[in-house]
């Protein structure tokens, strides 16, 4: 038996106890405030708030799938306004900015153990100029012609031509605020990458964060690096719109007009927006992988399986979807060498994704599970990572991409494994942070409810949408009309999509309603209502205050993961706690 | 994408080399007891932020530089209209100015070293007067593409010309915005030991937007028609 056990003398903090910024006034505590906390609040809240616009434009794009014609209000054009800003807003504004404004802001400074983020105003200005953005996105509504119908990756040509809704002030409005976007992002990336690098406490090295902080800096890392492919195709189609120049625009006749447009490639746009579009699947997935990773361990009372490999797999991911972009330009008529390259290394990726997901199963395997409701939506994911993976092996293969390409099974894919997957695991990691935040427990009976519907309601939605897929029902059409490949009993399904669909958005009002209830109703949940190890649950005050950890940082001492340690009083050693005591031991040589 | 795929492996090597440094093969579970971090860097947060967002804004100049070449060698779409920009005389004369600019903010950042204010002042105007005259000169240049009939709407290569130094240009105004905020400092009275940091961030970013100009530069030169070797770099994206 092999013991290992690193004693001696403490050395001394990496970055000195900082001064910290403190609130003066009300306005700099609770609206422009440095604290990483109220900022990731202001994240949260912000992005929610956006989301549930999504969300009903969600319900109005399958209104008119299900029942075309019924409502006068959605005009083809409205409709192309719809799928578009869904689809922007569910990607950009509130997954990215939920899970590293949000997620990150609240838990990178707590879990690695530091007061706050190193670049306190920095990071204050990161919300504000997301704020911005938002807005400026929000007002498209309110401008003549409305929002861009362009669909969410913007093509150009069309994107700029007349004809395209949006296409005087909206496309403008829309690349503004996506371009403000990037730059808030990258001033909190900044701080979530530095923070971890430089803001950990004695004892605690990279391979003792939790796996919720590797999948954050993970994401931050990969998201520094492919936003500015977004910021620098949205520049240059700003430029082709407001000044003429013809960046991404051929010599195009409009209605028998030589338009002044010559010499631009639109290929170019589609390699510069996927450059960024496939890393963007990975900024959402791997805060993701993150979350749950730490939710099953501690739900299931057992440690991590494979802890490292899961550090490894969430860096393997980073780096390789870095060159799988042109798997979405299967059809962009790219030589076929590049589609077969494309597809390995898109095949490649599946390797470790499957080694997060056997060590999640691993981990659960005779561990103590408990059916909480953030279990609930972890294993929820997992399921539902695994189905919408799969469906990815068949669109990272060329030949059977090129058939399946722009119609619903396309769809269905890339909300189950980049909408649906990763909302479940907001859900669970907020069910799971909510009782740390406020300091009340969210009320178990309506969570499970919540829970049940969104879960088996998604699957109402997408799974029967694979099939409209494969029987040839296009994507992005206004309405079908009559067509000869369609049977009628497409439109039949259509209507329970949608009335699923409807339920699914409905039931997120008891998600709401359980946020504010239980804010001031709930359970009072004490510091460590989960009995988890990580930094955060030992707090000395719950929620958290100002600076976090009082007058003296926490020292660590073993990894995020010491649950069910045999021998122990109790069933998990948080990772302050001294290493008197029990601890693992090797196996046998 | 080459120039693209270069940078980000440079970066990733670095990413690499770093988490070598993490012991990434440890296996933390049998470890207890407060371990020291061996891999955690002994730079101030301030200069390793510096580093992240180069590399980022390095990542911005490369995705432009490979945007500019890739667009450079579609063939199928060149005729007639990419008519390669012809490097104006004066960008040879604006190099040297942001040469003369880095340097004096070097010299700014020694002096900050060996604790003289008077010489981290002076550094400072001069660095800033060579930028303000770098951003005079590329101004001209503009104007002079603009007469000799390659304006922005003229062809994709002259658009790619104002695209490029415009976003060089508004990076190196931003970092006179953050070597102005040093100056005042530095006029306040403080020591040159507390503005060394904030001199030597100013000076690294500096030697950044250099190279990042030199770079661009010499692929304009590459590929000005009119020189001997412009060839050269088109074969070299071909290969690539």
Known sequence: MVEIRVDGAIPAAEVPDVELYHAKSWITKYVFCQDAKVIAIQYSLTAMGIGLVALVLSWLIRLQLAFPGTLSLISPEAYYQFITMHGMIMVIYLLTALFLGGFGNYLIPLMVGARDMVFPYVNMLSYWVYLLAVLILVASYFVPGGPTGAGWTLYPPQAILAGTPGRDWGIILMLSSLILFIIGFTMGGLNYVVTVLQGRTRGMTMMRLPLTVWGIFSATVLALLAFPALFVACVMMLLDRLLGSSFFMPAIVQAGEHLSYEGGSPILFQHLFWFFGHPEVYIVALPAFGIVSDLISTHARKNIFGYRMMVWAIVAIAVLSFIVWGHHMYISGMNPMFGFFFATSTLIIAVPTAIKVYNWVLTLWRGNIHLTVPMLFAIGFIVTFVNGGITGLFLGNVIVDVPLSATMFVVAHFHMVMGIAPILVVFGGIYHWYPKITGRMLNDTLGRIHFWITFLGAYAIYFPMHYLGFIGVPRRYYELGETAFVPPSAAALNVFITVAALIVGAAQIIFFFNLVWSFYKGKLAGSNPWRATTLEWQTPETPPGHGNWGKELPVVYRWAYDYSVPGAEQDFLPQNQPSKGPSRQAAPV | ?240
């Open chain 2, 1 to 240: 994408m080459s120039v693209l795929a270069l940078f980000l492996a440079a970066v990733m090597a670095v990413i690499a080399w770093w988490l070598v440094q993490q012991r990434i093969t440890t296996k933390p579970w049998l470890e207890t007891g407060p371990i020291g971090d061996a891999g955690a860097p002994s730079l101030p947060a301030a200069k390793i932020g510096l580093g992240v967002f180069l590399a980022v804004a390095g990542t911005l100049f490369a995705l432009f530089f490979s945007a500019f070449m890739m667009r450079m060698n579609m063939p199928e779409l060149n005729a007639p209209e990419w008519k390669p920009v012809p490097a104006p005389a004066i960008l040879w004369f604006n190099t040297g100015l942001l040469v003369f600019s880095s340097g004096a903010l070097q010299w700014a950042r020694a002096a900050a070293r060996r604790r003289r204010v008077e010489g981290v002042k002076a550094g400072l105007v001069v660095g800033a007067g060579f930028a303000l005259a770098f951003l005079a000169g590329q101004l001209i240049a503009w104007q002079q593409l603009n007469a000799a009939g390659y304006y922005l709407t003229a062809n994709p290569a002259a658009a790619f010309f104002y695209l490029i130094t415009g976003i060089h240009g508004v990076h190196l105004l931003g970092g006179l915005a953050a070597l102005g905020a040093a100056a005042e400092k530095a006029w306040q009275g403080i020591t040159a030991k507390e503005i060394q940091l904030r001199i030597e961030l100013c000076a690294i970013y500096w030697h950044f937007l250099l190279l990042v100009w030199l770079v661009f530069f010499g692929l304009l030169l590459f590929t000005d028609p009119s020189r001997p070797g412009s060839g050269l770099i088109s074969f070299i994206c071909g290969m690539l």
